[in-house]
């Protein structure tokens, strides 16, 4: 069952995600919604972290391989076809999420029984009741636009 429509978030988004949570090389990402893997592909190209997407639909979950096999990633980031509520999320450092709040919503108790103390949890667009964000930012991904197109919310567990 699907909680949340696929729609990729812009690279220039993704990338200030990674970068607001502090991803350090050798850190470990989950994006759950992987959609084509970008999230993960670039924590691990341009941040040096390990990464795993979870994606539901298989057809998304053969781009993204497809693409991660492409660009010689196979070693550092691994896509698996799963359901996210059954996915061990124990190792993660970071969690990257653009779901809607309604399935941040359902999310959070896994979350919160899973995650370690300190590991960053990143939103794009849409907030987790009942959280308070460390940070949150406005990202305007095209300044000429002349206003945040995006907001970002970063939590710490």
């Not at 350090?24 to 999230?39: I, K, P, Q």
């Not at 061990?88 to 779901?99: G, I, K, M, N, Q």
């Not at 809607?100 to 987790?128: F, Q």
Request: aromatic residues 8%; contains cysteine.
């Amino acid at each position: 069952m699907y909680i949340a429509p696929y729609v990729a978030s812009p690279l220039l988004v993704v990338r200030q995600m990674l970068a607001l949570s502090e991803l350090r090389s050798g850190e470990t990402v989950y994006d759950l919604g992987c959609g084509d893997g970008r999230v993960v592909i670039m924590a691990a190209q341009e941040f040096g972290a390990k990464a795993v997407g979870v994606e539901l639909r298989e057809d998304l979950v053969k781009k993204a391989n497809g693409r991660v096999s492409e660009l010689g990633l196979d070693g550092r980031v691994k896509i698996v076809q799963r359901d996210l509520f059954e996915v061990d999320l124990r190792f993660a450092d970071v969690v990257t999420l653009y779901l809607t709040t309604s399935a941040n919503e359902r999310v959070r108790p896994k979350l919160e029984s899973e995650l370690r103390h300190g590991t960053r949890i990143v939103s794009h667009d849409y907030e987790v009741l009942g959280w308070k964000p460390f940070k949150i930012d406005n990202f305007c991904e095209n300044p000429r636009l002349g206003y945040p197109s995006h907001t970002i919310y970063v939590y710490h567990r």
